[in-house]
């Protein structure tokens, strides 16, 4: 798929120069192509100082916002208080994703310090559904729980909550979701993009609502807030995993959490990643592609509360138990992923006409309803819009997974087919739905049409926005350094991209991988002796004309490879062009 590349660079000549010339009298340092590249990444992320580097760079508790600043936060705290005084039953309530599980097992560890009267539920992805549930609520009074703290979800759940009242079960409900024109009538409602609500970031995963929960808890309790500290590993995770912004303080906890990750682990997340290079250091790209697949492979082939239950786990047996089961959770994931990601593509490949639309909505009654999230990105790779992957759910009811291109806000999009569903919920980027198979074809047809109004005169063309255009001989240990400097990285604060022209393989370069769809690169200027590995996923089919020795220019980030203790750069390339083809 052709790729758009963007250098829009967000600074002038003089404040490059100036930030630059400041730079250099600070470091004393001769490597002026490192200071220079350095300069313009800050400045792309609106840093035009060293002063404004450094508070970029504070992680303190100090960043973090007075949490009785969200709306009802104090509503909530002496809900929870009363109950824990009262000696009630509390259940924690989260959804099945990696959002809705480290919630849990953040509120639950953070509570159990303080009451026993708890316990948790994680609803059933097929049984139940996404957010709160009616099964949950019944359980919840089985159980004799007088108090819900629903974590992840319940912005929406306005009948369930009217329900929930019927038998004398309050709910707290901490959600970051876009909420309706209307709020459930719970005893609190912490949702920073509530229009009243006055809380300086609107930002945060559901994890964080439940951080601040927590917070607030502390201080009215006049706790440590050592215990507290220590849970930041499971904020960090949530918000990598819920592609939220990495901005703000979710900066804050997503380094702090990491540090945790990476300098004092909780057995469990360490079952999670396996063993590891002993000089490899974890970053929210690790959390994303290596422990959140495994966290919601257990809500999408099993249960979610088996992630629950190993992120709580600190014996090593049962850390070992729930980590193999997740585990294998996790390989049939894949299986499943593979299975339908290929079924869908052959019904595009095989249909002209779906492949002119401008968005794709795909049904089958048998996919699995656990992955069609993921099939849906899959889709996009190859299909470059909107998509929304359904199967069925129960009787005449088909569930589906949406998921968006850059710049279309899909939940708008979702609104207005509103009659054509029987509910939807998420985000700009990702959501979920429900709808009557008898709604399918007008759904459809809604769709393609509110795509089409809102996207404009011109087809979704995939960009990779780059940050500078380099020379391969400015890539060393020391831009790296710099580089992880403006770590964590993330939605708002990207890894930074570089663009190299006219480079020509050394002749090393070759197919790798089981399948021949990778190349392993070994590259070099065409008149230059200076030489860079690389590795570009899904770029196979341009094995020939690269060993050929055609000139080619890549957009890439910079990595470190782990091999047998040694490290060494590496470039992974995100995209290949002939140049003579640009």
């Known amino acids: 798929m052709n790729k758009q590349w963007i250098l829009e660079p967000n600074y002038t000549e003089s404040q490059l120069q100036k930030l630059f010339s400041e730079l250099s009298a600070f470091s004393k340092s001769e490597n002026n192509d490192a200071y220079l590249i350095l300069a313009k990444l800050l400045l792309q992320r609106g840093i035009q100082s060293i002063k404004e580097a450094k508070e970029f760079n504070n992680f303190t ?36 994703d990696v959002d809705g599980t480290t919630s849990v097992a953040l509120m639950v560890s953070f509570l159990q310090s303080i009451t026993k009267n708890l316990i948790y539920y994680i609803p059933d992805r097929y049984n139940e559904g996404y957010g709160i549930s009616i099964q949950g609520i019944d359980t919840a009074k089985k159980e004799g729980a007088s108090l819900i703290i629903a974590l992840d979800c319940g912005i929406k759940a306005i009948d369930k909550i009217d329900y929930a009242n019927t038998l004398s079960v309050d709910f707290i409900i901490c959600d970051h979701h876009t909420p309706g024109d209307k709020v459930p009538n719970a005893v609190a409602v912490l949702d920073p993009k509530q229009k009243e609500c006055k809380y300086p970031y609107k930002e945060l995963a559901g994890c964080g609502i439940g951080f601040k929960l927590c917070q607030a808890i502390s201080q009215r309790l006049a706790l440590s807030s050592e215990p507290l ?3 930041v590993d499971l904020v960090a995770i949530s918000i990598a995993c819920d592609i939220v912004p990495v901005t703000g303080e979710n900066r804050v906890l997503a ?52 992630a629950v239950d190993l992120l709580l786990a600190t014996s090593a047996t049962e850390i070992t138990s729930f980590a193999e089961s997740i585990n294998q ?54 299909y470059y819009r909107p998509t929304v992957i359904l199967t069925k759910s129960k009787d005449d009811i088909i569930g589906g997974s949406v998921r968006s291109v850059k710049g279309f806000d899909v939940y708008q999009a979702l609104e207005a087919c509103a009659d054509e569903m029987i509910q939807f919920g998420g985000h700009k980027y990702a959501a979920g739905l429900t709808l ?46 710099f580089i992880d400097k403006l770590e964590p990285f993330g939605p708002q604060n990207m890894t930074p991209t570089f663009v190299s022209r006219n480079l020509i393989t050394t002749g090393k370069s070759r197919i790798v991988g089981a399948d021949g ?58 995209d290949i062009k002939f140049s003579d083809k640009r």
């Open 61 to 96: 508790n100090e960043k973090l916002h007075d949490p009785y600043l969200m709306l009802d936060m104090d509503k909530a705290v002496n809900r929870i208080v009363s109950a824990i005084d009262n000696n009630e039953k509390i259940m924690v309530f989260g959804d099945y």
């Open 229 to 231: 500290n220590k849970l």
């Open 255 to 306: 380094s702090q959490g990491l540090h945790l990750i990476n300098n004092a682990p909780r057995p469990s997340i360490t079952a999670l990643f396996g063993e590891k290079e002993p000089n490899k250091r974890y970053t929210i790209s690790d959390l994303v592609f290596q422990a959140g697949p495994k966290i919601n492979a257990a809500g999408r082939i099993s249960s979610g509360k088996e």
């Open 329 to 382: 959770n996790n390989t049939q994931r894949k299986e499943e992923d593979k299975r339908i990601t290929e079924e869908a593509l052959e019904v595009l490949k095989g249909n002209p006409s779906l492949q002119q639309k401008n968005s794709t909505v795909l049904y089958k009654p048998d996919w699995h309803k656990g992955v069609i999230g993921i099939v849906a990105s899959r889709v996009i790779e190859k």
């Open 436 to 481: 009557h198979e008898s709604q399918l074809q007008s759904f459809i047809n809604k769709f393609e049409e509110v795509v089409t109004m809102q996207m404009g005169v011109e087809r979704f063309i995939p960009a990779i926005k780059y940050d500078a255009e380099i020379n391969i001989e400015a890539i060393t240990k020391q831009l790296k350094q």
């Open 517 to 574: 769809l990778h190349l392993k690169l070994e590259l070099k200027p065409q008149n230059s002796n200076i030489i860079i590995q690389g590795i570009a996923f899904n770029f196979g089919h341009f094995a020939d004309e690269i060993i050929s020795g055609a000139p080619i220019d890549i957009a890439y980030s910079i990595d470190i490879n782990y091999w047998r203790n040694t490290e060494t750069l590496q470039l992974m390339v995100k």
